[in-house]
């Protein structure tokens, strides 16, 4: 009879090492995991508060039945002005028709040039605007210009906040991705073909969010989305069968303060669009 070879310590040992690492990554993904995420899935964020949000933006969501989070500052100097940027009761309207209010600073500056005490101001005014309007307090932050900081980050998670949205023209993987650095795609006039491309990767745990601002943006025409072109995205989604949620809803997949203990931070990655 023939001897059974055994196997090689080499062999047992590189055996142990995958178990080990199978084990760790189907661990880790139960506990941030709550449930599977879904194929085309797709997160619609707007930034900066220009009054097309509430005129054109908001009646076509509704129409397609989609929701979305809506990130709003007091963005200087024509805040005021309200044939550009929305008033707070346009906000408090938002709100009504279901719609997440998120923060985004009080006055759209780059969290990554502030000192912790301004930061916090910055993140309160918005808060009690909210409270003073009965709007849920935002618990989901965007950084302005995409420019975040380690502090910023440790700031927001003390201030009570779960999540925070930047760029990187990436899909979102929450088994990688820290969740205070979501990354997302911006849209613009120029840029259909890269954003169709983008909502084909919303497939095998990776969801798609994308940044819109102005629809159109008056003040800022490098990131303007023409009302005919948004039209054209909702109703590919529509008509290829994605669910369009607001950013905060991915609480209902993802248990974002263990995802934020699990996720280390990767500072290599990019962040802006």
């Not at 990554?25 to 097309?52: E, G, H, M, N, Y």
């Not at 100097?77 to 408090?92: A, E, G, L, Q, V």
């Not at 205070?180 to 849209?187: G, V």
């Amino acid at each position: 009879m023939s001897k059974e070879r055994k196997a090689s310590p080499i062999i047992k040992s590189k055996s142990i090492v995958l178990l080990f690492f199978l084990f760790a990554f189907c661990f880790s993904s139960a506990q941030i995991l709550k449930r599977q995420i879904p194929d085309k899935l797709v997160v619609l964020t707007f930034d900066d508060a220009p009054v097309s949000q509430y005129s054109i933006v908001a009646p076509l969501l509704k129409k397609y039945g989609f929701k979305a989070t809506f990130f709003v500052c007091e963005f200087p100097p024509n805040f005021r002005d309200n044939s550009k940027y929305m008033n707070w009761t346009h906000i408090k309207k938002l709100d009504k028709m279901g719609f997440e209010i998120g923060n985004h600073t009080q006055s759209h500056k780059h969290v990554n040039k502030l000192s912790k005490e301004n930061f916090i101001q910055q993140l309160q005014y918005i808060e009690n605007k909210c409270d003073s309007l009965k709007i849920k307090k935002p618990l989901s932050f965007a950084y302005p210009g995409y420019d975040y900081s380690l502090n910023a980050i440790s700031t927001l998670q003390e201030q009570g906040y779960v999540l925070a949205r930047a760029g990187g023209s990436r899909a979102y993987n929450p088994l990688e991705d820290h969740p205070f650095l979501i990354p997302s795609w911006a849209t613009n006039a120029a840029n259909k073909d890269q954003i169709i491309a983008a909502l084909q990767e919303a497939k095998n745990g990776k969801i798609v969010v994308l940044t819109i601002h102005g629809v159109p943006d008056i003040e800022h025409p490098w990131v303007n989305t023409p009302p005919d072109l948004f039209k054209e995205f909702l109703n590919y989604l529509y008509k290829n069968n994605y669910k369009v949620i607001a950013i905060k809803d991915l609480n209902k997949y993802i248990d974002f303060p263990k995802a934020a203990k699990i996720i280390a931070i990767d500072t290599s990655k990019k962040y802006k669009n």
